[in-house]
Nanobody, 127 residues
Framework: QVQLVESGGGLVQAGGSLRLSCAASGRTFTSYTMGWFRQAPGKGREFVAAISRDGASTHYADSVKGRFTISRDSAKNTVYLQMNLLKPEDTADFYC????????????????????WGQGTQVTVSS
């Protein structure tokens, strides 16, 4: 089992940057594919980015490709989401998730495949 705690959200102007962090408890961090999802007000939760267990593979939603970067630091048991060139439509609650059953190089985009979720961190982008 793993516990996830997100941080780094806040209010930023359009065009600005934020870096979200997700700290994972436990000693088996490298056993999990990690993902970021977001949920905008009045909308469903959507995939943002994922990184494989070994960090070698990443996958992004088309809406964030070229602007967001997911990474992981196994020494710190932390996954990051660097968000640049933020737009008002990026405003959402962002959630970190962990998937323990995916294969080594997988980058799972399906939210229902993730077993563990953080509490979320809010990102607001003003125009």
């Amino acid at each position: 089992q793993v516990q996830l705690v997100e941080s780094g959200g806040g209010l930023v102007q359009a065009g600005g940057s934020l870096r979200l962090s997700c700290a994972a408890s436990g000693r088996t961090f490298t056993s999990y594919t990690m993902g970021w999802f977001r949920q905008a007000p009045g909308k469903g939760r959507e995939f943002v980015a994922a990184i494989s267990r070994d960090g070698a593979s990443t996958h992004y939603a088309d809406s964030v490709k070229g602007r967001f970067t997911i990474s992981r630091d196994s020494a710190k048991n932390t996954v990051y989401l660097q968000m640049n060139l933020l737009k008002p439509e990026d405003t959402a609650d962002f959630y970190c998730a962990a998937d323990q059953f995916s294969s080594r190089g997988a980058t799972t985009t399906n939210q229902y495949a993730y077993e563990y979720w953080g509490q979320g961190t809010q990102v607001t982008v003003s125009s």
